[in-house]
């Protein structure tokens, strides 16, 4: 098969914004043209923010007439919008298949912030996140992903450039390989959004196959959910941790962070009261932490229905900040955003048909 059939479905329309600058030069090496016609509707689509192939007057009429006929620039569709009172907005976006994706625009004075989502659900089952008691229905495709960044930058207006993205919104990053990295060098690239790579943070529960992948894939930050020090409560909080327990996730830091030179590692740790947030957990953290280049960032924790946890007191939080601050780790305690619209960390759900059927087997066990 030559790489224009691979690309050309005749029943459904090639949507373009699934394919990074490499992709899509491909793409038209595939059509017979050169590969420079990438750069050039990159520069429409993400710069000039014209999306009718008959007004890109630099390519030819007969290109122009293909694309018409054959591919879309298509993203998924903003349904519902909440304002939360400090100015976190939280849009529930529809996907081509009915369900229901959540992205969050997280306005602060030196930065704007956009927290996207990369699965529809999520396939692990932390038992503190609220996505994971959805169940997991599919990967999102790239141009679903950076097609959340798309809408919501123009939803926001120029004024208001978002110039950061998280990938902490629904869904394991990690678990859909191709289709992040594609999007996240969309993200990168001068042609598109031009964000540097301190900018893009993926948040991965410790997908420890990928973690290798990754560092020779893409240059993008890395966040990692630690949540705990020992194995036997790792286990239990987040369960990949069975497959990937922490002295592989330590070693697959340690490679990462050796990519480039003052490189560094955000760990995650959700404050849950009386699980993890003991004096030994934080003597634990210290002592991990200081193997890799690290930062901290501790999330007080942020109940949704039916979940079994309680938030570690505001005094712990700061105790615990303060130990690790003193101990040589740069220690920061996440603001938690969009509070009064469910926007904060681990209460994204959109609408989920669960295909892994995970909602019934937690109500059966409930
Ligand atoms: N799957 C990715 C992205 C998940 S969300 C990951 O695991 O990193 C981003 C962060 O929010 C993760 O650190 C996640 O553990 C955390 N989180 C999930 N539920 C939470 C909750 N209820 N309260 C606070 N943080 C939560």
Redesign the pocket.
């Known amino acids: 098969m030559n790489s224009l059939q691979e690309h050309v479905n005749p029943v459904k329309k090639v949507n373009l914004l699934d394919f990074d600058r490499k992709g899509l030069a491909a793409f038209f090496v595939g059509l017979g043209e050169k590969p420079f016609r990438a750069t050039q509707l990159m520069k429409w689509i993400y710069q000039e923010d014209v999306y009718d192939f008959d007004a890109m007057s630099n390519l030819s009429k007969s290109l122009r007439a293909y694309l018409n006929e054959h591919c879309v620039i298509a993203t998924p569709e903003i349904v519902i919008e909440q304002v939360a009172s400090d100015g976190t907005i939280k849009w529930a976006m529809q996907t081509h298949c009915g369900n229901r994706i959540e992205s969050v625009f997280i306005p602060e004075d030196d930065r704007n912030t956009l927290c996207i989502s990369s699965q529809i659900g999520?396939a692990?089952a932390?038992t503190?996140?609220?996505t994971a008691q959805q169940g997991f229905n599919r990967n999102l495709a790239a141009s679903e992903i950076i097609g959340q960044l798309f809408v919501a930058q123009n939803r926001v207006s120029k004024a208001n450039r978002i110039t950061n993205v998280v990938?902490?919104g629904m869904?394991?990053?990690l678990l859909n390989f191709d289709n992040v990295v594609a999007s996240v060098n969309l993200m990168m690239d001068d042609f598109a959004y031009g964000l540097s790579k301190r900018r893009v943070t993926i948040?991965?529960?410790g997908v420890v196959p990928a973690i290798e992948r990754l560092g020779t894939a893409c240059d993008v930050s890395l966040?990692i959910?630690l949540?705990a020090v020992r194995d036997e409560l790792r286990d239990e909080l987040v369960p990949i941790n069975k497959k990937y327990p922490l002295n592989m996730l330590m070693d697959a830091c340690r490679e990462n962070a050796k990519i480039a030179p003052r490189r560094f590692i955000t760990f995650?740790y959700?404050m849950l009261d009386g699980i993890n947030d003991t004096l030994e957990d934080a003597r634990g953290l210290i002592k991990l932490l200081k193997t890799v280049p690290s930062k901290l960032n501790l999330?007080p924790?942020?109940p949704?229905p039916n979940s079994s946890y309680r938030c570690s007191s505001k005094e712990t939080i700061l105790k615990f900040k303060t130990l690790l601050n003193d101990a040589g780790i740069i220690t920061t305690v996440r603001k938690t955003r969009g509070e009064d619209i469910d926007a904060?960390?681990?209460?994204l759900v959109g609408q989920v048909a669960d295909k892994s059927r995970r909602h019934l087997k937690l109500k059966n066990a409930a």
């Open positions: 999520c692990l932390c503190f996140c609220s990938f902490m869904g394991e990053p948040s991965s529960s966040a959910s949540h995650e959700v999330i924790f942020n949704f904060a960390c681990g209460q």
